[in-house]
């Protein structure tokens, strides 16, 4: 195959020279190496954005290729044109952003990757990064994920050609049932960040890229130890603060042979181990339990996601009230009140903040719906977990009740 490696750059000089020489001793050299550096902005360090012209520009060790632009593109617009302008000669490309260390295998094991998965058109996407996720190594030394990352990854000419800036992706994905499920598994960040794109508190790339994998329900391949070390979180970068959270072990840098595995799935232990990170409780809990009690739950905000692990841990949860939303949430139908009698339920759980609002909620449900007052919960948050819904749908303490 021909895989070009792509190198993105700006003004970390010290975090470029660390890539560069990480790449310089990797086991296998790049066919060639794009480095990209965008173009100054205002008020940028200009005496760091020299040394890093220098480094790249003495690069002599392979075949290489410096494109340096002419203005700022910003991060998202680099790197997508940068990708674009690779695949116009290769067949798949390996990308590296400046703070991105590769392990002297990286490559290698990449080249593999992508020879073992070419034809396989349901992986999406490889990463040298491992992602910071409790998961038990088994007898192969990479796995199958939902979510792609972008610390050390490539891709294919063909795969590459689903990518899309569509902000309303998520919307769709909404309101279909396993669209839905996959967004919730695999990003339930992802909605954030879109929405900080909007605002201009960030400017990800790499979001859409995530959407549309997760809209298709890709297939990206991670290895259990990581392949690259991430030095940008020590608030050197535009983009980055500082954190430990994403640290994670990296693999022996004297491993040659890779085990992969013919055919590449999602297991349910990986889904269970992504909750940790950016998946959702909800979405993992597809299979009713006959030992737990069937809900409906009232309300999709705060108060819910706080208590969701709670809640599906305990109960099946089949279907969920909103007035204000409508589609699909991890897999499960969101209803209007007036679709309650549709489904088998053993309780309905309000779970709303205000108190004036649960007693409205539950009035409503007794006398519009008929739902039998002893069937209705509400939310056992601080100020409620007294509180207890009597025949006209008021609220009264429990303590109350028991006199």
């Given amino acids: ?21 990480a790449l310089k001793c990797n086991s296998v050299s790049p066919q060639k190496l794009f480095v990209f550096q965008d173009g100054m902005e205002e008020g940028t360090n200009r005496q760091e954005w020299e040394k890093v012209a220098s480094l790249i520009h003495a690069i002599d060790w392979c075949e290489h290729e410096v494109i340096t632009s002419e203005y700022n593109k910003g991060l998202a617009n680099s790197i997508i044109s940068g990708i674009n302008y690779a695949l116009e000669e290769y067949d798949a490309v390996i990308v590296l952003e400046d703070d991105c260390v590769p392990a002297s295998n990286f490559i290698f094991f990449m080249q593999k ?35 792609i990352s972008s610390w050390g990854w490539g891709t294919w000419k063909d795969r590459w050609g689903i990518y899309e800036k569509n902000y309303e992706i998520i919307r769709k994905m909404k309101q279909e049932e396993e669209p839905s499920k ?25 979001v859409f890229w995530a959407l549309n994998v997760i809209a298709r329900g890709g297939i990206c ?22 954190t430990e959270r994403f640290d994670t072990a990296m693999i022996c840098g004297e491993q040659q042979q890779f085990s992969l595995p013919d055919q590449t799935t999602v297991s349910d232990k990986v889904k269970r181990a992504f909750v940790s990170l950016y998946g959702n409780s909800t979405a993992i809990n597809d299979k009713k339990d006959d ?7 009232y309300g999709l905000g705060t108060h819910f996601r706080e208590r969701e692990r ?60 008929g739902i039998s007052y002893d069937a209705i919960q509400i939310s056992n948050f601080t100020e409620f977990e007294k509180l207890k819904v009597i025949e006209d749908g008021s609220l009264i303490s429990v303590d109350s009740a028991d006199e």
Avoid at 5 to 16: A, K, P, V
Avoid at 226 to 239: A, K, P, Q, R, T
Avoid at 319 to 339: C, H, L, T
Wanted: hydrophobic share 35%; aromatic share 14%.
């Fill in 1 to 21: 195959m021909n895989i070009a490696t792509l190198l993105f750059t700006y003004n970390r000089s010290y975090h470029t020279e660390q890539v560069i020489e």
């Fill in 113 to 147: 990757c992508f020879e073992k998965y070419e034809s396989d058109k349901r992986v999406y996407s490889v990463s040298g990064y491992a992602w910071p996720i409790h998961l038990q190594k088994g007898e192969y030394d990479v796995y199958g994920c939902g979510r």
């Fill in 182 to 206: 996959n967004l919730a598994l695999w990003g339930n960040d992802l909605e954030d960040t879109l929405v900080g794109n909007v605002r201009g508190d960030c400017d990800s790339w790499a």
């Fill in 221 to 242: 391949i991670n290895p259990y130890y990581s392949l690259i070390h991430n030095i940008g979180f020590d608030g050197s970068g535009v983009h980055c603060g500082r």
């Fill in 291 to 297: 030992k737990k009690e069937t809900i409906l739950v």
């Fill in 310 to 369: 709670e809640l599906n841990e305990k109960y099946n949860i089949v279907a969920f009230i909103d007035n204000r939303k409508k589609g699909y949430y991890a897999g499960r139908k969101v209803i209007k009140p007036g679709e309650i009698k549709k489904y088998a339920f053993d309780k309905i759980f309000v779970l709303v903040k205000n108190i004036g609002e649960c007693i409205h909620i539950a009035k409503s449900l007794i006398k519009e719906f």
